[in-house]
């Protein structure tokens, strides 16, 4: 019997560690919590159905019934993104965005060229990078499955103390929140630290529009998402006091509640903006310097182009057919490649990304908009 000959990552017929890993990666280790995240959603929408059915709707009581749905819509975005923490990880990788920072030994910085994979040496770093790519997806589960999470479940239960009025259903809410924050945290970290402890070669011209780097802007919008449905709530009720009747009771409930509302505003419109752009930060620095080394390529590209420009220019009248054809063709070809990437992208995120947060922005900032408009109105 041959012997067994040790599993190497470049060999295609051996399992791949990382696939296997980003395949095992749970977000939520705890059954208990995932189950509760699973089953919350629907028991809310389940308990708005009750109340729509056998009490009478009015203004209050829609107001807590919204509440309800906000809290349920929340809860199915964090699902959402705990879902696409390793899709996102996993994506990055296969895109072949991340490269050896060993190989960035010229005036660029953190950006390099794509190795060489018949390289011996090429292919001895590819191997200690997806190592140390896979210490990195390992050590996020582990930090997003710390006990201190049960920590931030404790500390946001107790702030349902300051209450007047609070039941075990709202501190076990409150706690739930609360290990949800710490999961969104560390996810936002981590995406900050892909930055700081990998360097990134985007693809110039990726469908994506932003190099391949597109999961990591979709995975921080989500980030943004869940912290942006409490702020469209606050916001939309105090729309409501806008556009209803003076008096009336929706119009009454809402101006009851306007200035807390408005005040409370500001905190997750304000947390929406750091989770969407913060953690991308890192990112957008290493393609500002990717867009500098790509510029000077282009230059590189535009000068060739006149120079073809030039020859055809001086050297017309003693060209032949096939010649000025072939000289013609390929000034065309250049020219198709500088309008294709005359654009550099600089962050992380697509106009389709960037639409749909700012999208989700609009109600809340309409909110805060109305209210510093009232404000300014009162002033003598």
Known sequence: MSEQQP?????????????????????????????????????IFITILFIIS????????????TGLFTAAM???????????????????????????????????????????????????????????????IQRLEGRINSPFQILSGIVFSLFVLAWNYSSVAEFFIAFVIGIMAWKMTVTAVYVWKMGKDFCFEPQLGHADRCGGLSPLGDLCLWNAIIVTI?????GSWIIIGMITEPQSSYFLKSAEYASLFSELLFVPVFFALI??????????????????????????LEQCINKLECRILEEAD????????SVFRERELMEKVYRQHRTIPVWPFNISIITRFLLSQSIPVFGIASQVLNFIRRMP
């Open 54 to 65: 056998y009490y009478d709707m009015h203004a209050g009581r829609v107001m807590y019934t």
């Open 7 to 43: 599993c190497s990552s470049a060999d295609s017929t051996c399992p791949d560690k990382r696939e296997q890993e980003l395949e095992n990666f749970k977000s939520i280790r705890s059954p208990v919590m995932r189950w509760t995240l699973y089953l919350l959603p629907p028991g």
């Open 275 to 300: 989770a969407f752009f913060l953690p991308l930060w890192s990112t957008h620095q290493l393609m500002l310097k990717w867009r500098e080394k790509k510029r000077s390529q282009m230059d590189h």
């Open 230 to 234: 409490p702020a469209v709530y606050l």
């Open 318 to 325: 003693s060209m032949d057919e096939k010649e000025y054809g």
């Open 74 to 136: 929340s809860l199915i975005a964090f699902r959402i993104l705990m879902r696409k923490i390793p899709e996102t990880f996993a994506i990055i990788w296969d895109r072949k965005v991340i490269i050896d920072c060993r190989r960035n030994s010229g005036p660029e910085g953190r950006l390099g060229s794509v190795p060489d994979e018949h390289d011996a040496s090429s292919v001895d770093e590819q191997e200690e990078l997806e190592r140390e790519y896979l210490g990195f």
